[in-house]
């Protein structure tokens, strides 16, 4: 998604804003002036249900819209929906070549023919004098064809909506009614957006209020129609070929526009979806990857995949992106698992009978495996012992004594163990003792991948901070004499490490 903060451009100064205003036609002002308080109203952010109620939109086969309070709007299948079956297709409400292909595809169906120019601006070029027509009246070319320049083509979205919305209220999709179930607003995220976007976004409306003459309220309106695209755009792609060095010729899918579905909007993500897009020009079409069972939820992904990114990248993204935390099964699993995890960490120790297989909690007066009485005043007293020796240890002995206590008081598998383990391997690492450095490093290694598995990123991030400990802080490569930017040495000092291990 192409963030809204740079859909005005900065450079805009009075004299260009003259020089626009020459070039306004009544359209403009009218698109502004159209604006009523009782649109505004309309246009508010949705007002999630409490109940469960669906509609059935026209253009969805085999599926339909349901809100919850948890998921909002989203689609759910009516009937069993094979593998590879079409459950939507549609045009979009607006939407507008990306500022990179003008000229180089058709602006009106993003194909890769262009063979006639507009006649007014010249820059956007067409397949065919039908799209240059259908352009200029349903793609409303006709209102922005003398901005161009003034304005990219984030900014075009956004004004096509706002100008689409004031035209033809019958098809605006922020408040579009189905045999007579109205479906509210499509969501801005509007508390969730970062204030210095919001502010940028005020900067950008701002100045078109200005520029158009457009009455006041209309900055509020724009800014929520920034917002609401932000959160419900999608990119249209394309096969584009290139040639390449060797002759070859080479397809990508790319993204060559932008645009806004009233329908497809309503598509929760999920990092482990059952649905694709796919664009035939502007329309979309979306089918199901794998047959899904009547009346469950048919989900799309809108970028990060569970099988291709973790899901702490997952999760920043769809959050700087689209501004929300993500509760896709995917990522729901994953906190379970988590929380587990946090409440073992805190919580295990190791049972008074030295039976390595029984681990006791806080609250057990015995142990739930062999039933042997803890006494948690001696449990208390040793993690005081311990406690203090690490605060004080001025030297190894120190901390050896306060493993030896932990030892008998906590799981093989403790993260508190791996701690220290950790602080006894960057001791003996720092004195030059790689041997015994290796052994606590193996330790806690396999503490950390007991705890969150092999293939996890906390196994991952504690194999890069062994490996930052042996070749940055305690200077491996100074101590044995090796070039890190030399091939050999590099090769040299893994199989050094693997031997170690
Ligand atoms: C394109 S809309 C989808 C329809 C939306 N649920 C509605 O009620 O209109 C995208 C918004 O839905 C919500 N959403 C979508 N997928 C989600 C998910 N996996 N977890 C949490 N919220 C999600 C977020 O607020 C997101 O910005």
Known sequence: MNQCQRAVKSDIDSQTVKNARRRLTPAHIAVGVMQTPACLEKIRPIAVGTTQTSTRLEDFRNAEVVSTPIQGRHVVASTVVEQGTSILSEEPFVHEIDEKWIGKRCSFCLGANTTIACRQCTFHRYCSASCESNNWTTGMHSVFCNLHGIFDSDMILVLKVFAKSSFDQRTMPFCFSQKGTEIPGLVSNIDCIPESDINAYTVGAQLCVDLFYWPKESVHLLVNIMAQIRCNRFAIKATVSSNTAGGMVEHQETAVGSAVYAQASMFNHSCAPNAFVTFDGPRITVRCSETVLKGKEINISYGPIATRHSTIDRQKELNEKYCFQCNCRACLQRRVKLERIEQRKGEAYRCPSGNDHCKIYRSDALCSSCSQPIDWAIIDLSEKQVKKLQDTARTVDDLLKALDIERQIYPKDSLRLGSTYDQLAAFYAHSQDFNTAAKYCTLSNFIVEQ?????????????????????????????????????EDMKELQEMMNALQ
Request: aromatic share 10%; net charge negative.
């Open 451 to 487: 705890n969150y598995g092999q293939v996890s990123i906390e196994s991952a991030d504690e194999q890069f901070k062994l490996q930052a400990n042996w070749t940055e802080e305690c200077g491996l490569f100074r101590t044995l004499g090796l070039d890190q930017a030399r091939k």
